[in-house]
């Protein structure tokens, strides 16, 4: 069993920023990839940004320039570090992960409020 702790969201006035991290634990050899999706309400999810075994990353877009993704490889972490919020930011934010085994896991969830 693999279970991933998410923690950091809240509410910020925009320009703020906010740090998210992302704790996995259980049965784990290595983790490929880690990465950062966000859904708002009445929207799909949508994929924001990744980080491979080897340092690759990946972003969209539209968080390109504010939000900056990094990894613990010792302590099985991800973090998403987001500056320059803005209201279109607003979502709840999942972490994934994708194991050296194939598995895929999905944390809880946390929200993230842009709003003055």
């Known amino acids: 069993q693999v279970q991933l702790v998410e923690s950091g969201g809240g509410l910020v006035q925009p320009g703020g920023s906010l740090r998210l991290s992302c704790a996995a634990s259980g049965s784990i050899f290595s983790i490929n990839t880690m990465g950062w999706y966000r859904q708002a309400p009445g929207k799909e999810r949508e994929f924001v940004a990744n980080?491979?075994?080897?340092?690759?990353?990946n972003y969209v877009d539209s968080v390109k320039g504010r939000f900056t993704i990094s990894r613990d490889n010792a302590k099985n972490t991800v973090y998403l570090q987001m500056n320059s919020l803005k209201p279109e930011d607003t979502a709840n934010y999942y972490c994934?992960?994708?194991?050296?085994?194939?598995?895929?896991?999905w944390g809880q969830g946390t929200q993230v409020t842009v709003s003055s």
């Open positions: 980080i491979n075994n080897i340092g690759s990353i």
């Open positions: 994934r992960m994708y194991l050296s085994n194939r598995m895929i896991y």
